[in-house]
């Protein structure tokens, strides 16, 4: 016998996700757990391996406790709970508190198998975007598959999710991507090396030079940590690569041999800070690094990437639900463009300066951050209201559904 109760009008059918990166799955869970279909695009065969952002912060827990992973993350990674600022003398300058977690491929995976395996959502390995389309009707997306030519992929919207070089942004603005590049040349390493066990070394440190910075981060219980240090910038991967061992020994307490550590692997990449002109044109939205872009120096990039989606999430879970239209989109770009400028953006960059400090000596002297983690150290109060300062990055588009002002 049929159901005869009554199904709601739903005012789209289907979201199109290019990309199957972090805020990509991460999107496609949240939007799926909701009832909401999902299609993943993702050029490569599988879970990108490499390398990258380390860490997110606090700022982002909330999206993972809606997503229903958060106590299976804490469950199969780590918490970071101290961190502080050094002098290459292995000096511990400054500390804090932490309250992130590791990001990566262990992630990519749990979200991988919840959004396939628990909500069917639909997730499609090398399919190359090429262009994007729209029109009153839908959004669609121009695929190539190895092999098989070309193919269109049709939907209500699309989502950007693809990375720096995002097609999607591509199709809606060209190469224009306005913002700069820094000259530094970071190469990011996940190795295990004993920083904690040997030197006493915190989760997470930062060590301030003008010439060898560099950030040392525990990423798993076994000893895993990320290493990513500044080189000069210009030479090839392979003169990267020769040169690691020397610049391991200048720059890691204990001046290590190379049989003293294990690289597991390597990624030389540069470093960014770019804003999308806008992250919605039509049916068509950018999120994360597709979106905006920013030094890897305090995790900025990737939290703010997935508080991105928990934005975006609730913007079309509302129009799903009828509690709000398509104007809520065009907020998702004001607000979220906004936080960028003046949060991400400024503080990325003020992370980086100050780790690159050309005159470390006085830089505690001259840095008003760091004389508030130092006072954190003896004021817990204070620390507290330190590490809740970067919630602000967070937007509640929910303020904005048609039945927000009921609920007050």
């Known amino acids: 016998m049929a159901d005869p109760t009554p199904k709601p009008k739903r005012p789209f059918s289907k979201v199109i996700i290019v990309g199957a990166g972090p805020s990509g799955l991460l999107l496609a869970l949240l939007l799926s757990k909701h009832g909401i279909p999902v299609h993943i695009l993702e050029a490569a065969a599988d ?41 290459p003398a292995d000096a511990n300058t400054d ?37 994007v389309g729209q029109d009153a009707e839908g959004a669609w997306c121009e695929v190539e598959v190895e092999g098989k030519g070309r193919e269109v992929v049709r939907g209500d919207y699309v989502v950007g999710c693809d990375g720096a070089n995002s097609a999607v942004r591509k199709s809606l603005f060209g190469e224009e991507f306005p913002g700069f590049t820094w000259d530094a040349q970071i190469i990011a390493t996940n190795t295990y090396y004993p920083f904690a066990e040997k030197f006493g070394w915190h989760d997470a440190n930062f060590i301030v030079h003008p010439e060898h910075f560099f950030m040392a981060a525990r990423i798993t219980r076994d000893g895993l940590y990320r290493i990513t240090y500044g080189e000069t910038p210009g030479l090839t991967n392979e003169e990267y690569l020769t040169r690691q061992p020397w610049k391991f020994e200048t720059i890691l307490p204990g001046h290590p041999k190379p049989d003293e550590y294990k690289v597991i692997s390597t990624s030389p990449y540069r470093m960014h800070q770019r804003c999308a002109p806008k992250f919605r044109v039509g049916r068509v939205m950018l999120v994360a690094d597709a979106a905006h872009l920013c030094n890897p120096w305090g995790g900025l990039g990737i939290t703010g990437g997935f508080v991105d989606v928990g934005g975006l999430y609730d913007c079309l879970a509302g129009i799903w639900d009828g509690k709000a239209d398509d104007s809520i989109l065009e907020l998702y770009s004001e607000k979220r463009i906004e936080k960028w400028r003046t949060i991400i953006d400024p503080i990325s960059q003020e992370n980086f300066r100050r780790v690159s400090d050309k005159d470390p000596a006085t830089r505690f002297h001259r840095d008003e951050f760091m004389q508030m983690l130092k006072k954190g150290e003896s004021d817990e109060v204070f620390l507290k209201e330190l590490l809740l300062g970067p919630m602000d990055v967070r937007y509640d588009f929910t303020q904005h559904y048609h039945d927000a002002q009921k609920k007050e």
């Open 47 to 87: 879970l990108d391996p490499r390398p990258r952002a380390a860490h997110y912060g606090g700022p982002a827990i909330p999206e993972f406790e809606r997503a229903g992973i958060a106590a299976e993350i804490r469950k199969r990674g780590i918490v970071i709970n101290t961190m502080c600022w050094r002098y």
């Open 95 to 131: 500390g804090g508190g932490g309250g992130g977690g590791r990001a990566g491929e262990d992630l990519d995976r749990l979200m991988l198998e919840e959004v396939e395996g628990k909500y069917g959502g639909v997730v499609e390995w090398g399919r190359k975007v090429v262009g």
